[in-house]
């Protein structure tokens, strides 16, 4: 069986070496993007098996990322969660139709939280 895909799109270095470390352990095969359009660019040329996105990136948002994977065949029904620390739900909730529990907050969550958050998605 190989390895579950995931994408995560990250403008801090340090969450994202933290994050992608932590999948690593568990076995997941893990691409970083550091801007939205990096993201987007992989995610439409790879396809991964889940996406972890941040809201504030330094080129685009991350709504706009949301909204061109989900405009994409393939992007419909991957599973995305948003990984952030300066959105509100409400904000997040306005711009994009995404349940509430796949929204996680960076001060909140644990590298624990995220890796489980993930599992319990893929499965």
Avoid: C
């Avoid at 579950?4 to 994202?16: C, K, P, R, V």
Wanted: avoid cysteine; proline fraction near 4%; hydrophobic fraction near 40%.
């Amino acid at each position: 069986m190989s390895k579950a895909s995931i994408l995560l799109i990250e403008d801090s270095g340090y969450l994202a070496e933290s994050v992608q470390d932590a999948l690593e352990m568990h076995d997941y095969e893990v691409h970083v993007a550091s801007t939205g359009q990096a993201g987007i660019d992989y995610a439409l040329a790879h396809h991964p098996d889940f996406t972890l996105l941040d809201i504030r990136l330094p080129d685009i948002s991350g709504y706009e990322v949301y909204s061109t994977i989900r405009a994409d065949s393939w992007g419909k029904k991957t599973p995305i969660a948003i990984l952030t620390a300066s959105e509100s739900l409400e904000s997040i909730s306005k711009n994009i139709n995404m349940p509430l529990e796949h929204v996680l907050f960076k001060p909140n969550q644990s590298l624990s939280d995220i890796v489980t958050h993930i599992e319990k998605r893929l499965e």
